[in-house]
Nanobody, 117 residues
Framework: QVQVVESGGGLVQAGGSLRLSCAAS???????MGWYRQAPGKQRELVAT????????YADSVKGRFTISRDNTNKNTMYLQMNSLKPEDTAVYYC???????????WGQGTQVTVSS
């Protein structure tokens, strides 16, 4: 059984920083890991992704402020370092994991990030 668990959300003032973590467990091989977010009344949107080879992709709105990475010793653990946070970054952030076989998608339960102005 695959489990995806996020942590690290919270309340921060504009200009501050937070680091989100995502841990995936289970008997499967991961192809891509990513962060998505959903603000109230809006659709879920891509924030950043990282492949098993380390290639990264970012939404234009977070480029230069957010950094996605995978743990060097445990490749099933991923981080999102968020700097220079803005009120518009407020959302529930979800971890997404895509398996190497059949491209199955797994989602975490989400973690709330709130940025006050």
């Amino acid at each position: 059984q695959v489990q995806v668990v996020e942590s690290g959300g919270g309340l921060v003032q504009a200009g501050g920083s937070l680091r989100l973590s995502c841990a995936a467990s289970g008997r499967f091989s991961i192809n891509v890991m990513g962060w998505y977010r959903q603000a109230p009344g809006k659709q879920r949107e891509l924030v950043a992704t990282i492949t098993s080879g380390g290639r990264t992709n970012y939404a234009d709105s977070v480029k230069g402020r957010f950094t996605i990475s995978r743990d060097n010793t445990n490749k099933n653990t991923m981080y999102l370092q968020m700097n220079s946070l803005k009120p518009e970054d407020t959302a529930v952030y979800y971890c997404n994991v895509v398996s190497s076989v059949y491209d199955l998608n797994y989602w975490g339960q989400g973690t709330q990030v709130t940025v006050s102005s």
